[in-house]
């Protein structure tokens, strides 16, 4: 029998499809982050199954066993708390063990966080990119601002609301004036969608919301100069400063050219 990877609503519960119901209502086993979450799920629906717990701190052990089972012919499902298992989830340990193993696998797709808050943020281009969790270190969130800088297409992360404030201050330095969505509580009673500019919503999340965040930036404006590096940049700040320039007014005229941060460039010509 294949593995079958199960998406589950991100908020709301009837957020779930026919397909994924009839999978869960069949399988012999299904493995899930949190057995009393996934309870809940299945309880509104009225299904009853067998639930193994399947997290990041077990699944190095659970993946041999429930290898060997699929071998055997069961038929289990995987899902997580919310979303697509494997993505910034548990599952994909077990998927390449199992396709490894020959051993069909199958997706029931359904309920996205990442796409659900990029289309709501009015931010969607043709390009996208998700970054996962938003580093936990101020200067690795400064080096992923950075690298966006040049990224001409929306970014969709995950952060928790505790670090949110400190993040959007970090990312309003890094990438000035950009545009931005930070999505709370998706598809839930209190759902929020708060819309601006990463430094607007710096002062507006001033201090940590409560729920689940999904952070959504938009593409670049800028239009990097050819052959213009960071280096060559602020080499172009200290030049303007040489000659009399204010160095916020050289820092500004040199980001419009080039593309770099604003307060980067006035930050690391100092």
Same mark, same amino acid.
């Given at each position: 029998?294949?593995?079958?990877?199960?998406?589950?609503?991100?908020?709301?519960?009837?957020?779930?499809?026919?397909?994924?119901?009839?999978?869960?209502?069949?399988?012999?086993?299904?493995?899930?982050?949190?057995?009393?979450?996934?309870?809940?799920?299945?309880?509104?629906?009225?299904?009853?199954?067998?639930?193994?717990?399947?997290?990041?701190?077990?699944?190095?052990?659970?993946?041999?066993?429930?290898?060997?089972?699929?071998?055997?012919?069961?038929?289990?499902? $995987?899902?997580?708390?919310?979303?697509?298992?494997?993505?910034?989830?548990?599952?994909?340990?077990?998927?390449?063990?199992?396709?490894?193993?020959?051993?069909?696998?199958?997706?029931?797709?359904?309920?996205?966080?990442?796409?659900?808050?990029?289309?709501?943020?009015?931010?969607?281009?043709?390009?996208?990119?998700?970054?996962?969790?938003?580093?936990?270190?101020?200067?690795?969130?400064? =080096?992923?601002?950075?690298?966006?800088?040049?990224?001409?297409?929306?970014?969709?992360?995950?952060?928790?609301?505790?670090?949110?404030?400190?993040? $959007?201050?970090? $990312?309003?330095?890094?990438?000035?004036?950009?545009?931005?969505?930070?999505?709370?509580?998706?598809?839930?009673?209190?759902?929020?969608?708060?819309?601006?500019?990463?430094?607007?919503?710096?002062?507006?999340?001033?201090?940590?919301?409560?729920?689940?965040?999904?952070?959504?930036?938009?593409?670049?404006?800028?239009?990097?100069?050819?052959?213009?590096?960071?280096?060559?940049?602020?080499? =172009?700040?200290?030049?303007?400063?040489?000659?009399?320039?204010?160095?916020? =007014? =050289?820092?500004?005229?040199?980001?419009?050219?080039?593309?770099?941060?604003?307060?980067?460039?006035?930050?690391?010509?100092?």
């Amino acid at each position: 029998m294949p593995l079958a990877i199960c998406a589950t609503p991100i908020g709301n519960l009837d957020d779930v499809t026919l397909r994924v119901l009839e999978e869960l209502r069949s399988s012999d086993l299904v493995l899930c982050e949190d057995t009393r979450h996934t309870g809940v799920l299945l309880a509104r629906h009225g299904l009853d199954a067998s639930l193994l717990s399947y997290h990041r701190h077990n699944e190095a052990a659970r993946t041999a066993q429930v290898v060997e089972r699929l071998r055997a012919g069961e038929r289990i499902a $995987l899902v997580s708390d919310a979303g697509l298992p494997g993505v910034n989830d548990p599952g994909g340990r077990l998927i390449a063990a199992a396709v490894d193993d020959g051993i069909d696998v199958t997706v029931l797709p359904g309920p996205s966080a990442v796409e659900t808050a990029l289309v709501v943020s009015g931010l969607a281009s043709d390009r996208f990119q998700f970054v996962g969790y938003l580093p936990r270190r101020a200067a690795e969130l400064r =080096a992923l601002g950075v690298e966006l800088r040049a990224w001409e297409g929306a970014v969709v992360a995950f952060e928790s609301p505790r670090r949110l404030p400190a993040s $959007l201050r970090v $990312l309003a330095d890094e990438l000035d004036g950009r545009s931005a969505a930070v999505c709370r509580e998706l598809t839930k009673r209190f759902e929020e969608v708060a819309r601006g500019s990463l430094e607007e919503l710096a002062v507006r999340f001033a201090e940590p919301p409560r729920g689940e965040i999904t952070l959504v930036l938009g593409a670049s404006t800028a239009s990097p100069a050819a052959g213009v590096d960071d280096e060559a940049a602020r080499a =172009a700040v200290a030049e303007l400063v040489e000659a009399g320039a204010g160095r916020r =007014a =050289a820092a500004e005229v040199v980001s419009r050219l080039t593309g770099a941060s604003r307060n980067a460039l006035y930050r690391e010509t100092l």
